[in-house]
């Protein structure tokens, strides 16, 4: 047993005894859980403090990846598995009589976030710490994390999610560096002899806590930090209005201050200028860009070093607020002059769009952030002044374009273009999405700044989405090609050798099918539908959005049931799995759950279907359930309108886990399409250029009436299921439908016929299965970080 193991397993016995009193086989599941978990909190603290000893002697540049969303999911097992503990810790268990499997089932995720964004924040913090660079992630300690999700007569309910409870014993509270964030209150400018200098007074305090959550990596001497912020009152409660007997009223600071790190925001489809979203915003980058500026002036004694020695990473424009507050500090608080304030500011900051969706894009009132953040605001103005009149200068031939780039305009203030601004780099995240960006979405700061423009195609943590959730398939790569591929996902490709092994073709099948049982006992427990296991595994999980079109595929089912149930049409069965959440306001995404719910029931009940086909929808989908479900697929849907998802994560773990996709040039699957070939995907719909062609005239109702298979299936859709309506879904699609489902139908089904060709092959579609494994090694979030550290950031790991 190595010394780890044994540090741990002594903490356990020693935590059951202090804080329980008892010994490991006499206590309840509850208290070995918490002694389990803060067992390994422990010894993951003791390996930082060495870890941040040594980046300290190195002087090392520091990477500060500022996010409103970390999509955590359960770190027992992870924590385990990357300290090379898991097995020696689970042995110890079973000599009490536990199984370590029952504490992993009891742990909360920790879902701080909405979906693909917050997921590849925590995937990178990972690869980051596997890798050795120092990294610290900023966000907020949400009271609750992303809601439950309950589904009721095919209705998306919400309920709230409050993980701190059972995960809290991950976070670390550090009071010894709190600080406090100010808000509302005025500004006066006052001329000294020291040229102007500005005083902000009649503020609201905040105090920011910070709550660390160690990061741990795997075969490495890191261990990174995620500090979450949580908000009070400064002042506690107002003691005379307790005395008075007015108990509500002599609390209320606290309850509005604390009301800032409540509850995460559950959309990440519209922006709305709310009040209380923008003091999120602030809170998280104030209170993070103090502490940043605070650490390095402590070790340096000046921000002349600053860029070099710091980058701060925005993601998305949630935290675009760091551009003015980093030139607040260094004026403010340091005495810095502007030219030189904004040559660090602009040099330390680096921005990663991530969505090209309009309604996305965030833009603020000018009357709120005056309010909310006087000081902020002056310095935004002042930004903008400078940036307009340098464009003019120098740019003037721009014309129109000048009001695009604007960083107030039209009484908004527009954060992507603040954050183009303040940046030295702006990525987005595939191939495609970084050209859309370039040639579309900031076409004209690509002609004033195309220096600034990369990509960094986004990347997954395989030993999460692989090696933890699919040990079967580890198991056998690691039998096949060493396990080389746990640090470096490029060695994968040796797999790429089996293609013609008979026994590793016949493992992967019986693979496939373990993880189907797997899948199939959780959806008999939760939805009571028994699953076929031989039948092919179809798998749909994201957020719920319009431009995903689960509606597509939900138009599929309907035209396939049509034709076994009227046509006979006798076909191999099929499994469609569907989850995901829908924002709570969003009405049209909890209508497509309402159809698919209903055309899972309708067809179970039908004898002369159900054999054929079977819908599933699995509630509260999540990294925990994420984990059960991928590894458990064959095709993988990927069928967003072209030129929409920016990239796409879920795809790159389908594939790792050997789904084929089915899906649209879009996103990283352009980038999947290039590493498997043509022979091993299933491509179909129009192209992103295609689609800005057919959207300058399109008319879905063109498609319904001059096309009848299409109109039955939307006839149905409308009202065919019994004791259902959908009139709403059916008016949309031959209204509006804005994202061409009825322009791609035919071409999707028509690559669904090709994909029921190739899986009637067992031997074909197997090889294809092992080709998308094998060629998974370009989507390991290791690789994704080496080209932010190496491209953007220029850092380097610790030695
Ligand atoms: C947007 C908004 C809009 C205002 C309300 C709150 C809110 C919260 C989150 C978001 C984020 C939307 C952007 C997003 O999640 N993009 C996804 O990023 C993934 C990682 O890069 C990428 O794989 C997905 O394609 C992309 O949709």
């Known amino acids: 047993m190595n010394k780890l193991s044994e540090n741990i397993i002594n903490n356990i016995n020693k935590i059951m005894e202090v804080n329980f009193g008892s010994d490991l086989a006499a206590g309840n599941p509850r208290q070995v859980y918490e002694a389990l978990i803060t067992a390994t909190n422990m010894a993951l603290k003791e390996k930082r403090s060495a870890f941040t000893k040594k980046v300290k002697e190195q002087e090392a540049k520091q990477v500060y990846y500022m996010s409103m969303e970390f999509l955590v999911g359960t770190s027992l097992k992870n924590n385990l598995w990357n300290l090379g503990v898991e097995d020696d810790v689970a042995a110890h268990l079973k000599t009490a009589g536990y199984d370590i499997e029952d504490f992993y089932e009891m742990e909360p995720d920790a879902g701080l976030g909405n979906g693909g964004l917050g997921r590849l924040a925590s995937c990178y913090m990972d690869s980051l710490t596997t890798l050795g660079y120092p990294v610290t992630g900023f966000s907020i300690r949400y009271e609750f994390g992303i ?68 990061i741990s990596g795997y ?77 390095h002036f402590k070790r340096y004694g000046t921000f002349d070093n600053f860029a070099e020695k710091n980058v701060i990473h925005i993601n998305d424009t949630h935290p675009s607020l760091c551009v003015p507050e980093l030139m607040r500090i260094l004026m403010d608080d340091y005495n810095y002059k502007w030219d030189k304030a904004w040559e660090i500011t602009a040099e330390s900051l680096a921005y990663t769009n991530h969505t090209v969706m309009s309604e996305a894009l965030e833009k603020w009132p000018v009357d709120l952030v005056k309010s909310h953040l006087p000081r902020i605001y002056t310095i935004i103005e002042e930004i903008n002044r400078r940036f307009c009149s340098y464009i003019y200068e120098h740019h003037a031939h721009l014309g129109g374009g000048i009001n695009n780039m604007a960083i107030i305009e039209g009484g908004m203030v527009k954060m992507a273009n603040l954050c183009i601004a303040g940046s030295y780099s702006v990525n987005g995240v595939s191939k495609l999405h970084s050209e859309i960006l370039k040639a579309d979405t900031f076409r004209d700061f690509n002609c004033v700044y195309p220096d600034k423009f990369t990509n960094v195609t986004n990347g997954i943590t395989h030993r999460r989405w692989l090696c933890q959730a699919n040990p079967l398939l580890s198991e056998l790569l690691t039998e096949k090609i060493g396990d080389g591929f746990k640090k470096s996902l490029e060695n994968i490709e040796k797999f790429n050798d089996f293609i ?38 179809d798998i749909q999980v994201k957020r719920l959005h319009e431009y995903k079109r689960q509606l597509l595929n939900a138009m599929h089912i309907v035209d396939l049931y049509l034709r076994i149930k009227y046509d006979g049409h006798r076909p191999l069965p099929k499994t469609f799995i569907f989850a995901a959440k829908a924002s709570a306001g969003y009405f049209m995404a909890k209508e497509i759950i309402r159809l698919i719910c209903a055309l899972s029931e309708m067809i179970e009940r039908d004898p002369d279907v159900r054999d054929y086909m079977k819908v599933v929808f699995i509630a509260d989908y999540k990294v925990s359930l994420a984990e059960i479900i991928i590894p458990a697929a064959d095709i993988s849907e990927q069928i967003s309108q072209a030129g929409k998802e920016a990239s796409g994560t879920g795809n790159m773990k389908l594939m790792i886990n050997g789904a084929v996709t089915l899906g649209t040039m879009d996103g990283a699957n352009v980038e999947i399409y290039e590493c498997v070939g043509e022979d091993n995907i299933f491509i179909f719909g129009m192209s992103t250029p295609e689609v800005s062609e057919l959207a300058r005239h399109y008319n879905p109702r063109s498609y319904y009436e001059g096309n009848a298979r299409i109109k039955r299936v939307v006839d149905f859709i409308k ?41 009637a092959d067992s031997d074909r579609f197997t090889k294809m299965s092992l080709k998308n494994i094998a060629n998974a090694g370009m989507f390991a979030s290791d690789r994704s970080v080496t080209d932010y550290a190496e491209g953007i950031w220029h850092t380097k790991p610790i030695k």
């Open 500 to 537: 013609d092994d008979e026994e590793v073709l016949a493992s992967l099948r019986e693979i496939k099918k373990a993880n189907k049982k797997r899948l199939a006992e959780y959806v008999a427990k939760k939805n009571g539908i028994e699953l076929n296991c031989d039948s092919l595994f």
């Open 719 to 759: 009202d065919g299921i019994p004791g259902k309506n959908f009139d709403s879904i059916y008016n949309y699609l031959i209204n509006s439908d804005p994202y061409m489902n009825l322009a791609d139908f035919e071409s999707y089904c028509a690559a669904h016929e090709r994909v029921n060709e190739a899986y």
């Open 219 to 295: 075969d490495t001497e890191a261990v990174n930090s995620l500090r979450l912020w949580s908000a009070k009152a400064t002042s506690g409660f107002n003691m005379d209005l307790f005395s008075k007997g007015e108990y509500v009223k002599s609390t209320e600071n606290e309850a509005i201050a604390s009301s800032i790190s409540k509850v995460l925001y559950p959309a990440d489809n519209t922006y709305e200028g709310k009040s209380l979203r923008l003091k999120q915003q602030y809170f998280f980058v104030s209170a993070s860009l103090q502490q940043i500026t605070k650490k």
């Open 147 to 214: 809601f439950k999700q309950v589904i009721i007569d095919g209705w998306q309910n919400e309920f709230p999610d409050s993980w701190i409870d059972k995960a809290g014993y991950w976070l670390n509270p550090r009071l010894d560096e709190e600080v406090e964030v100010r808000f509302f209150g005025n500004v006066n400018e006052n001329w000294t002899e020291n040229g102007l200098t500005t005083e902000h007074t009649g503020y609201v305090s905040v105090l920011a806590t910070p709550y660390d959550l160690f």
